[in-house]
């Protein structure tokens, strides 16, 4: 078997970055560059032409995502510099046609990108008949987010065409690895090239892992195990702009300082100071809970202390959140327990056993129901809708890489303001 290509796609908005990225990948190892498709959106068919007179010995990728007028934008493309042209591979048939001509007519190939196509191995079958030179097996970024999987795409067209295959889609060095022994000729990688901060050592990790690919069994994962994992490696501000910048709790801050909370909330709503429904949710709660106290806008009264505290930790409770006040802050200090709390007063309240456990409550402005996933740490805390909980932890998990690149260009002595393009791209 030819030895698999590593295409880098770089789905950036600046001309400048990405000519410096691609080249750090190449450096790696890369072998094609994308010019992805919100780089053409952004910069136009410049950015193919800088990159083939950037790259003269590299196939050029336009992946210009073709729905219509199929010759027209192969043409563009291909006079532009580009070896390869991307096309919607649900595009009506007559645009695939109008594409396959321009295409041998100004002598390049065309990409089909699956992307959303509901019988993937028909229309395959039918692509590789009307002359299309690759199918890619590609699932987009925002299907990504919800769970969609590219290798489960590749594992789909084995045997289906006799063209190569390409596959795109979230991969890493251990996904591209399985790719490659799914039959994968040509291996798209961007995010985890294109937003790292070694951006060489990330293709070359790549390169190698496809080079000399390893059977690794998959491992079973619950889908709570790794909404939990996934929220554990960011920090609340990442997830609050994967939110679009909502879901923060106000006026909170964290007793203990540096600590980490996730976990699914227990809701408490207590009422006029009343601590029994606070401690008796301590038993409601299992492992890895967070419990959110709703008090009633009561600030005066402690319903939480140093015992509640030492109880949440016997029972392996991942911390804690109040509307309100608490007490014994010194020796709560000393257990370093994720605690997030408005203010700190003396005096407990009475336990009257007023209020409700597991209701929907309003707590620091946000709504929270049992079962949302509750993230604190010095920053602040957020509240994850449980029904979007994995999705908002991959799109978090996402910013955080974007920041990785971000920091590194920094770092080597460019502005933030310079590395975003605030200016280009203020809203008019
Ligand atoms: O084609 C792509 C996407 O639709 C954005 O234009 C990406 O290039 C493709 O998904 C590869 O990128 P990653 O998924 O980040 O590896």
Same mark, same amino acid.
């Given at each position: 078997?030819?030895?698999?290509? /590593?295409?880098?796609?770089?789905?950036?908005?600046?001309?400048?970055?990405?000519?410096?990225?691609?080249?750090?990948?190449?450096?790696?190892?890369a072998d094609w560059i994308?010019?992805?498709?919100?780089?053409?959106?952004?910069?136009?068919?410049?950015?193919? +032409?800088?990159?083939?007179?950037? !790259?003269?010995?590299?196939?050029?990728?336009?992946?210009?995502?073709?729905?219509?007028?199929?010759?027209?934008?192969?043409?563009?493309?291909?006079?532009?510099?580009?070896? @390869?042209?991307?096309?919607?591979?649900?595009?009506?048939?007559?645009?695939?046609?109008?594409?396959?001509?321009?295409?041998?007519?100004?002598?390049?190939r065309l990409m089909a990108?699956?992307?959303?196509?509901?019988?993937?191995?028909?229309?395959?079958?039918?692509?590789?008949?009307?002359?299309?030179?690759?199918?890619?097996?590609?699932?987009?970024?925002?299907?990504?987010?919800?769970?969609?999987?590219? /290798?489960?795409?590749?594992?789909?067209?084995?045997?289906?065409?006799?063209?190569?295959?390409?596959?795109?889609?979230?991969?890493?060095?251990?996904?591209?690895?399985?790719?490659?022994?799914?039959?994968?000729?040509?291996?798209?990688?961007?995010?985890?090239?294109?937003?790292?901060?070694?951006?060489?050592?990330?293709?070359? +990790?790549?390169?190698?892992?496809?080079?000399?690919?390893?059977? +690794?069994?998959?491992?079973?994962?619950?889908?709570?195990?790794?909404?939990? +994992?996934?929220?554990?490696?960011?920090?609340?501000?990442?997830?609050?702009?994967?939110?679009?910048?909502?879901?923060?709790?106000?006026?909170?801050?964290?007793?203990?300082?540096?600590?980490?909370? *996730?976990?699914?909330?227990?809701?408490?709503?207590? @009422?006029?100071?009343?601590?029994?429904?606070?401690?008796?949710?301590?038993?409601?709660?299992?492992?890895?809970?967070?419990?959110?106290?709703?008090?009633?806008?009561?600030?005066?009264?402690?319903?939480?202390?140093?015992?509640?505290?030492?109880?949440?930790?016997?029972?392996?409770?991942?911390?804690?959140?109040?509307?309100?006040?608490?007490?014994?802050?010194?020796?709560?200090?000393?257990?370093? !327990?994720?605690?997030?709390?408005?203010?700190?007063?003396?005096?407990?309240?009475?336990?009257?056993?007023?209020?409700?456990?597991?209701?929907? @409550?309003?707590?620091?402005?946000?709504?929270?129901?049992?079962?949302?996933?509750?993230?604190?740490?010095?920053?602040? *805390?957020?509240?994850?809708?449980?029904?979007?909980?994995?999705?908002?932890?991959?799109?978090?998990?996402?910013?955080?890489?974007?920041?990785?690149?971000?920091?590194?260009?920094?770092?080597?002595?460019?502005?933030?303001?310079?590395?975003?393009?605030?200016?280009?791209?203020?809203?008019?």
């Amino acid at each position: 078997m030819e030895k698999p290509y /590593l295409q880098v796609a770089l789905d950036l908005l600046d001309l400048p970055r990405a000519v410096a990225i691609a080249e750090e990948a190449l450096q790696g190892g890369a072998d094609w560059i994308e010019v992805g498709t919100p780089l053409i959106k952004s910069e136009g068919m410049a950015a193919v +032409r800088a990159m083939r007179e950037r !790259f003269p010995g590299h196939e050029i990728v336009a992946d210009m995502k073709v729905a219509d007028t199929g010759a027209l934008e192969v043409e563009m493309a291909a006079k532009s510099g580009a070896s @390869i042209v991307c096309i919607l591979a649900d595009a009506d048939d007559a645009v695939i046609a109008e594409a396959v001509r321009a295409a041998r007519k100004y002598g390049v190939r065309l990409m089909a990108d699956l992307i959303n196509v509901a019988d993937p191995v028909a229309r395959s079958r039918e692509l590789e008949a009307m002359g299309v030179d690759y199918i890619n097996a590609h699932v987009g970024i925002d299907q990504q987010m919800i769970g969609k999987s590219s /290798l489960d795409l590749l594992a789909r067209l084995a045997g289906a065409v006799q063209i190569p295959i390409a596959v795109a889609g979230g991969l890493d060095a251990a996904t591209a690895s399985a790719a490659v022994q799914s039959g994968a000729a040509i291996v798209i990688v961007g995010g985890n090239i294109i937003r790292s901060a070694d951006v060489a050592g990330s293709a070359e +990790r790549i390169r190698s892992a496809i080079d000399r690919p390893e059977s +690794r069994p998959p491992q079973a994962e619950s889908p709570d195990a790794a909404v939990r +994992r996934l929220l554990e490696a960011v920090s609340a501000p990442n997830i609050s702009d994967a939110m679009h910048r909502k879901g923060a709790m106000t006026n909170l801050v964290s007793i203990c300082g540096r600590v980490k909370m *996730v976990g699914r909330a227990v809701t408490v709503r207590t @009422i006029a100071g009343d601590w029994a429904k606070p401690v008796e949710a301590i038993d409601v709660a299992g492992e890895g809970d967070v419990l959110v106290v709703s008090s009633d806008g009561v600030t005066n009264v402690a319903p939480w202390g140093e015992l509640a505290t030492l109880s949440c930790r016997n029972r392996g409770i991942a911390g804690v959140v109040i509307d309100g006040a608490v007490r014994d802050v010194d020796d709560i200090r000393a257990m370093a !327990f994720p605690l997030f709390a408005r203010t700190a007063v003396p005096n407990a309240g009475e336990p009257k056993g007023l209020g409700e456990i597991n209701t929907e @409550i309003a707590c620091c402005g946000q709504e929270v129901r049992p079962g949302d996933w509750i993230v604190g740490d010095e920053s602040g *805390v957020v509240v994850v809708p449980r029904e979007r909980a994995y999705e908002i932890a991959r799109r978090a998990v996402e910013v955080k890489k974007t920041e990785e690149r971000i920091r590194e260009e920094i770092r080597r002595g460019r502005s933030l303001a310079e590395v975003m393009e605030l200016l280009k791209w203020e809203k008019r």
